[in-house]
């Protein structure tokens, strides 16, 4: 069993280190706010961005998991969420010398910069054009180059319990462009959890994989069935302005390394993931 450290645990972390102590471990969540924390997770009060609230770390870590969010989507919310975060952490934990064998870092398809709905897997080009995206693989570099065995995990649009912003958007009729097609891609909040204790697991992990569904789809498609299971018309269609710069998220994301590494999806396309939304919402 192991000494787990979730740092930036909310939503996504709080599940993995419920998930890591029903299995035997021994797990610290630390986030600002430590009311809310699951119970069963060890509480540490500290900012990331604060490199004094980090001097006093548990003894004996041997696993991180880096589930930080930015409080605000700017660049400079970016900066001290992920990037400030992660060195401040890594610098931590080196003047301790902490035995952490595994550092995992919550990462984002956002640092791929394709925008005509092209394929991308690991192997392509991670060319960001938005801030969010730089910084994002400024962070995932100072994981990978650190001491530790860092594996970075890109994940697509996290949906689930309190993530419904495409549900009430298709509610309230929001549109969506269809030309050209504008491509998604998402993962359950659970799969988030359960890919993170899998890769966790793996004796020898790749540097980087991708975290999403089985299933890009085109933005409309996913409105438009959202749409018949909710009973309400179906999104009006917008065309892309032709003098507007490009969609920043339009590509098809693979997971298969993912899916060869050994991962089992429990929802394998929005279809499913959706309808056990809407189960639980009693819709």
Known sequence: MSNILIAGCGD???LLGSRLVRNGHTVWGLRRQTRLLPP???????DLACPSDLAALPKGLQVVVYTAAA????????????LDGVQNLLQALQARA???????????????GQTDGEWVDERSPAQPGSFS??????????????????????????????????????RRGDGCTDRPPVYTNRIHRDDCAAVL???????QPADVYIGVDSCPAPQCEVMDWLAAQLGVAPPPRISAD?????QRANKRCRNDRLVASGYAFRYPSYREGYTAL???AGM
């Open 12 to 14: 996504v972390g709080g």
């Open 40 to 46: 069963a997770l060890q509480p540490i009060a500290a």
């Open 71 to 82: 409080a605000e989507f700017s660049e400079a919310g970016y900066r001290t969420a992920y």
């Open 98 to 112: 902490q035995p952490v064998s595994r550092f995992l870092f919550v990462s984002s398809t956002g640092v791929y």
């Open 133 to 170: 995206g730089r910084i994002l693989l400024q962070a995932e570099q100072a994981v990978l180059a650190s001491e530790h065995v860092g594996t970075v995990v890109r994940f697509g649009g996290i949906y689930g319990p309190g993530r419904r912003r495409l549900m009430d958007g298709v």
């Open 197 to 203: 204790e899998h890769l966790m697991a793996l004796a």
């Open 242 to 246: 032709p003098n507007r710069s490009p």
């Open 278 to 280: 809407l189960r639980d």
